[in-house]
């Protein structure tokens, strides 16, 4: 695997001397640190955690299970799936934090692009992550306010009903090959693009957004394109998620993912909301996301692992592959300016 | 006049002051203003500046007013002869039509969007099964967004206007009868110009609406590059780069509410000239159905004609969707693949609480929502209270903020106000955005009811020394029971449904159907929201039928 990204280092060597030291590390935590957090986290008795739609009921109450099970608590914890944008999401804390308010969630799963906003827009608390809970600081990013735990993919995905084996896109050219032309669906998603900017360079990934662009694609949320291509009215999307992917494979849809290198990246972030109400539950909670229980639930419910656990799928997935990971730096200074272009480009704003 | 009745219009005035001036006026600050709702920052015009000076600017304001014009013609073009048809002929089936008025308004327009492209998409809609290759033919642009939005007020538009055509007194009709003037004639001539008002009241009502729905220039316009007002604010709300520009959301709502003020004052102008429009009089009279006779067949059809394209196959396309594991075109091979297995989960979407929720915020917010509806009818049509005029603006005007940030704009003073008020993140939260959302809408209907009820009757009954809230309660109200009921029938529909301040105004204890909706439909998950949308479909289809049978033969009993 090739990560190609500076922060969290460029070969399997590195990853592998990485992964060793978590694994030791993460079982001699600094045992007196975590006893207290666990004992504080009781004593606050609560803890409300904003996680992905998609977990179902069953799932959430699993969870909740194990979480206290692991670490023996009794608290009364609420895993609240609402969806909508997490965009809205941010905003409705900035809004409870800007008027001295806790905010509605302890915590917040997001990925690595909504994580730089809430570490810019200062609305999340830093924690000492290796210190109490020997988490390795490659797991750590913006400055300890956030963790990553597991990582999710986006790749252009087409009907594998509809497209012949031999016209699956096999590099990014082939994407915007003229076949495609009314053919192709683009997302909203257009952090996407710049995240391949990040590792293409400010120009050729804008040239490619305009020759995207020039094959008349239809435009949508993912769920849109999704739909639409479920249906055949788009033979490929120019990117889609895994968590759509895991859908698709665990309802028989006919979506399969065009394997090209290199592969979008983004990373699932948990943190502690600043002025949470439960401060204590909800480092302890993205603690456990990260803990074995944790990795295992959140890719048995979600279908994703973290990227830097070996033997885990997303571990498998990407052995041999390049993988763009976003860097820290181009989260908090390139992303938001490259994702504006592609949305005036492809025509998601005026 | 009792001290009391002097200063009860007063008192209705406060409180919508309260409910609706106050969060009327936080838009107004929220526009001025940079960053989010509480953040430090001094008032500017920079928003005001930063949307209205943007190049493409003047198109989207073209294109909003487009849009909401050519929706507009397709539903009153719709609506009014349906209106007719279902409440002055002798049209069989009219109670069932009604009541697939009522169930089609529960397809959420986006799965609508979906299933009329799905029909008409040249690759895999009908010209595929039909083998027609070229087809000059999309929905995507503005005469599909007209189409698919307009069809879509169609029941509402209906609803509102049924109470005023059901009351009329059909002496003047029997007249043009009489007189050997034809039916299509009588319908022009006299009863579109005798309910002008309720006409008015829809067009003003769904007009602002247009300008400020979403879902239709999304799935429709946005693949297209045209935008709308609507989508301009969704920009504005979604922004990439960080957080949602509210400020700048809140000066493109200004722009709605500018034109919704003067939508109001035309409205409020022509409710003034009440006793012109006033056919419901002290004189005993039976509503008389008008016999269609060879007409019948072709009105039958195009009420069958316009519920296919409403109701029928939308509702084909979402009940085939919830029978299948995802979802794919009708075919034999799809046939093998049906299961039931989304309908077996549809409590662990969201578990058992968002029903509970719901249940609670349609018990209640339809209730308020009438309850204030009715005092502010009366006092805008029949009483001579100086700012009635104001009250009408005032109730109008909330429905010119667009839902964003009307949903914003209460979230801020909930916040604020939270340890004097301790709502916040609570159901009530829904409850009072509601209220405010469904004002103008009870109000309009219950006014288009009201202007057609002459002073006499009122007069009548104070000469025979009745005190004027007796009076009310006793002449007035019986002879609009119809458009309460409708009015609050439709409340509950458009409290069900409403999602955009659900999600705002959302915390894990006030979780509702429609955000589990949004949810699963935000992940793809097509097939399991048809399951839980046909559910409930269902069960408004059965509550509306028991509901019916007992009001409706209460307030025609109270008609005849």
Redesign the interface.
Known sequence: MKIINRTFGRSVLGYMIALVYLATASTVPAQSKLESVIKATQQEGAL?VNAP??L???E?VQFVLTFLKKYGLKIDV?I??????M??K???V???I??G?PP??DVLIMTDYHHS?LF??NLSQQFDWSGTFGIDKKYVAYKNHSIVFATSFALPAYNSELVRKEEVPKSWDDVVSPKWKGKIGIN?A??HWARLAQVWGEKRGVAFMKQLKALDP???????I???L????ILVAATLTD??LD??RK???PIKFAEINPIIAPQYMSGTLKGARHPNAASLFSAFLLSKEGQAIWEKTQGQSSLHTTGTQTWNYVQGRDVVVLEENFALSKI??L??QA?KIF???? | MSKGARLFPLLVLFVLALLVGIPLLAVVFISLKTG????PGALTLANFRSVFL????HI?LWNTIVFATGTMVVTLSIAIPMVWLLNKTDLPLKGFFYLLMIVSVLIPTFLRA?GW??LT?P??GLPALLGIEELNFSLYNLPGMWFVQGISFVPASVFMLSAAYRAMDPALEEAAYTSGVGKLMTFWRILVPLTWPAIAAVFVYFFITAMSVFEAPA?LG??N?I?VLSS?IF?A????????K?GEAGALGMFIIAVGFLASLFYVRIIKQTQKYAVVTGRGYKPRLVQLGRWKPFALGFVVLYFCAELLLPFLIFFWASLL?????PSWEALN?LTLVNYA?I?????TEPFANTLILIAVAPLLTIALSIPVSWIVVRSRFAYRGTLDTLVFLSQAIPNIVLA?TL??LF??T?STLPI??TIVTLILANVINSLAYATRTINSSMIQIHRELEEAAQVSGVPGFVTVIKVTMPLVAGAVFNGWLWVVLLTYREVTMA??L???DN?VIS??I??????????QVSALGVVMMATFFILVLLLRRVFGGFYADRLA
């Open positions: 409300t739609s998609s179902s009921a069953s959430r609420q609240d799936p609402s969806g909508g944008s965009v809205r941010i905003a409705k900035a809004q409870e800007a008027v308010q509605t969630w906003i810019k827009e909203n257009t952090h239809k435009l949508g949320s993912n769920a849109e999704f739909t639409k479920q249906l055949g009215e968590s759509y859908q698709a309802s028989g849809a938001d300016g994702s504006e949305d025509g998601f704003r005026r | 989010l709702p509480g953040q943007a190049p493409g600017t989207v979906i492209i799905l998409s690759r895999i799935i946005l693949p590059g935008f301009a920009e709300v979604e922004a990439r780069d960080g957080l949602p509210y594991p995802y979802l794919r075109v693949k989960n409590f662990d979407y969201g578990g914003v979230l801020y916040l604020i939270r916040y993140g999600l705002v959302g915390s894990p979780r955000t589990v949004w949810a699963l439909w935000s992940e793809g998950r097509v097939p």
